[in-house]
């Protein structure tokens, strides 16, 4: 038979589990609130009179025209081409850089030879080779890639220099100690002490990775949302080009949570991701 003291455990148990649900359900709240608030402002501006419809539409017409484009198929053509260059060029870019990061934080000969290029490269605008790559690659998907790799590469590589070269040497003598291949002691040791910084520079590349994207696809056209930004201003095609703009925020809003969410799982090991303290 239950006791007096089991049934008041279960309810402070049930208790703490609400308290626990109304938090979480307060936190999204509160996040919520800044982008409500901006869609309210943009409706109630757009219809104030103070600017034309062709200046400012109204939020509901340029969700309708999102809409619209969604039922056609448009739309999803669009993200499809634009995600697929995006990600092409945000995998080569953070394979490349933790490869490259890794050997220059092992090898003084290999850091000794990049160091100087890295230097030079990392302030130059890379949007700058973009003729160029036209040149030799023309307008097509291998261009956009290439141009997001090159821009992308660089928060990666020195995400991962800057992780691994701080790895504590107690690690990497205890592994040598044991036997550990160089590869073993990269896979084993290195990477896993360097995840969260290495995760770091990959969430500042992604971002990067999807903006590179929408320019290039501006500037050199061949499909995607920022080529159907540009073909919208050119025919003075107010909503669609409003339309853009909302489907790259939310293109590049779910983007970050994915890998957000990825960052959890992979550093669930880590204190990092351990709930906080109660008292």
């Given amino acids: 038979?239950?006791?007096?003291?089991?049934?008041?455990?279960?309810?402070r148990r049930g208790q703490g589990a609400r308290n626990a649900m109304i938090l979480r359900a307060a936190a999204v709240g509160q996040s919520w609130i800044g982008l409500v608030s901006l869609a309210l402002v943009w409706e109630l501006f757009a219809r104030s009179g103070l600017v034309t419809p062709f200046q400012l539409p109204t939020?509901?017409?340029?969700?309708?025209?999102?809409y619209t484009s969604a039922l056609s198929g448009e739309l999803w053509q669009s993200v499809q081409l634009t995600l697929y260059r995006t990600m092409s060029g945000f995998l080569i870019a953070s394979t490349l850089g933790i490869a490259l990061g890794v050997l220059m934080a092992r090898n003084r000969t290999i850091r000794w030879f990049f160091d100087p290029l890295i230097s030079i490269m990392f302030p130059v605008p890379k949007i700058v080779f973009l003729p160029i790559v036209i040149l030799w690659l023309g307008f097509g998907d291998t261009t956009k890639i290439f141009m997001i790799v090159i821009d992308a590469f660089l928060p990666v590589l020195t995400a991962t220099i800057a992780a691994t070269s701080t790895v504590q040497r107690d690690l990497v003598w205890s592994a040598k100690s044991m036997g550990a291949s160089r590869t073993e002691l990269?896979?084993?040791?290195?990477l896993p002490a360097s995840m969260p910084q290495i995760l770091t520079g990959l969430q500042v590349a992604l971002p990067l990775s999807l903006i590179i994207c929408i320019v290039t696809e501006m500037l050199t056209a061949g499909g995607g949302l920022g080529a159907d930004m540009i073909n919208a201003s050119r025919f003075s095609n107010s909503k669609a080009l409003f339309a853009g703009i909302v489907e790259v925020a939310v293109v590049g809003f779910v983007l970050i949570k994915l890998l957000a969410v990825a960052r959890k799982h992979l550093l669930r090991w880590h204190p990092e991701t351990a709930p906080p303290a109660t008292v």
């Fill in 1 to 11: 038979m239950a006791t007096i003291e089991d049934v008041k455990n279960d309810s």
């Fill in 59 to 66: 939020l509901t017409s340029v969700l309708g025209t999102i």
């Fill in 186 to 190: 990269v896979r084993e040791v290195l």
